[in-house]
């Protein structure tokens, strides 16, 4: 990676001895934030798949819950290093530098600016919540990696007009529905913008007197898509949101949004809809709380100030991405990607209740934020003539 990418080498490199102190300390000195519940259920289910006899082990995929799945595969690495949290912790590290590296491809793509794309790939890199998810046994470090790799894919889509660079970033989703079920309205939103982008251009080549035979073909076979969808519809339940007639009725929302709003740090009741009007009129203040909560008026331990770093980090990038679009020169890569972020925004703003799993669940879009808004956050430079180089689009 750094021999490929010399101009990121000391972001990676300090961004590695950050991760790797802060595992060894999880391991070694104190419990880190969300290191146990879930990350040592997962460890645990690791262990039991890499005991599994060969052949038990293969028949033993997705038996369990779809949350499982990414523990099955993580089972490999104990199945050959044995048992310890620290090889899966620095796996987790590994996959999370492969990530800065993204993220510098997509600031790059986004920016044509080689200085900005390294600002956004540092911030990426140093940004608390970030390295705290990418050394905990957890899915957020991979579904960050996954993210990221559909949204390069969009933006080389956006740049290139080639149909096959959006058709590899919805293939790319189906292991984030292994990883977390709600991540698939992303996979509808991206859909929908290629569908109505190929229609375009299929109107626009037919008055031209030319066929798009590979718009022509998606058209196609999204038409069988939805055919089967509305077929099956009654048996798709997306977490947060439920089965279709949960969907329409707002059931599981509301269920959802109350059953999450507990402990030290639980949302203000009033976030809590009870009818339909409530539920349009707290869209946007949920939405606000899960992005830039905890605020200071909800501070009330020591280990909620992480959050309220971590908030208010997001809050500035937001604040560029917005003054950016109001102010500056629309940027189409920005906007097709805020497009495909902000359903997941909301989804995810109604399956927490607290922000300390507010916090977890946003650190899972941090990073394309981060990306497209360095379009727009000033350079911060330490010195001149910096010699950069450009990466491989």
């Known amino acids: 990676m750094i021999f490929k990418f010399p101009g990121l080498k000391l972001t990676i490199w300090v961004a590695l001895i950050l991760r790797i102190l802060l595992s060894l300390i999880n391991e070694f000195i104190f419990e880190l934030p969300d290191s146990n519940a879930d990350a040592t259920r997962f460890e645990t289910k690791t262990w039991f798949y890499a005991k599994l006899p060969f052949f038990d082990f293969l028949t033993s995929f997705n038996s369990d819950f779809t949350a499982y799945t990414f523990t099955w595969f993580l089972s490999v690495l104990y199945r050959i290093f044995g048992r310890s949290p620290l090889v899966l912790e620095s ?110 251009d299929i109107y626009n080549s037919f008055k031209n007197n030319h066929i798009l035979i590979p718009q022509m073909v998606f058209i196609l076979i999204t038409l069988i898509i939805i055919g089967i ?56 203040p949920r939405l606000i ?20 770093v971590d908030a208010s980090l997001v809050l500035y990038l937001f604040f560029y991405i917005i003054r950016g679009i109001v102010v500056e020169k629309q940027n189409k890569y920005v906007t097709i990607l805020c497009i495909f972020l902000l359903p997941l925004l909301i989804t995810y703003s109604w399956g927490v209740g607290n922000f300390g799993t507010a916090l977890r669940h946003r650190s899972k879009f941090i990073p394309v934020l981060i990306a497209i808004s360095t379009i727009y956050v000033p350079k911060i430079t330490l010195r001149r003539n910096l010699k950069v180089y450009k990466p491989d689009e």
Do not use: C
């Open 91 to 200: 796996f987790g590290i590994i996959i999370s530098l492969i990530s800065v590296i993204l993220v510098y491809r997509i600031s790059f793509l986004v920016t044509d600016d080689i200085i900005k794309s390294k600002q956004s790939a540092a911030i990426f890199a140093f940004f608390p919540s970030v390295i705290l998810y990418s050394v905990i046994i957890l899915r957020e470090v991979y579904i960050v990696f996954f993210i990221l790799l559909i949204a390069l894919y969009i933006v080389k889509w956006l740049k290139s007009n080639k149909i096959k660079f959006a058709l590899v970033s919805l293939l790319l989703f189906l292991p984030l529905y292994f990883l977390h079920g709600g991540l698939m309205i992303g996979a509808v939103m991206v859909f929908i913008i290629l569908s109505y982008s190929s229609l375009k």
């Open 289 to 308: 709380y899960f992005l830039f909560s905890p605020f200071l008026w909800d501070i009330k331990a020591i280990n909620h100030l992480l959050g309220f």
């Open 229 to 284: 969808a509305i077929n099956k519809l009654s048996t798709f339940n997306i977490p947060y949101l439920g089965n279709i007639s949960q969907v329409l009725t707002l059931s599981r929302i509301f269920f959802q949004a109350e059953v999450t709003n507990l402990g030290g740090s639980a949302y203000p009741g009033w976030l809590i809809p009870f009818s339909l009007s409530s539920f349009v009129l707290l869209i946007i």
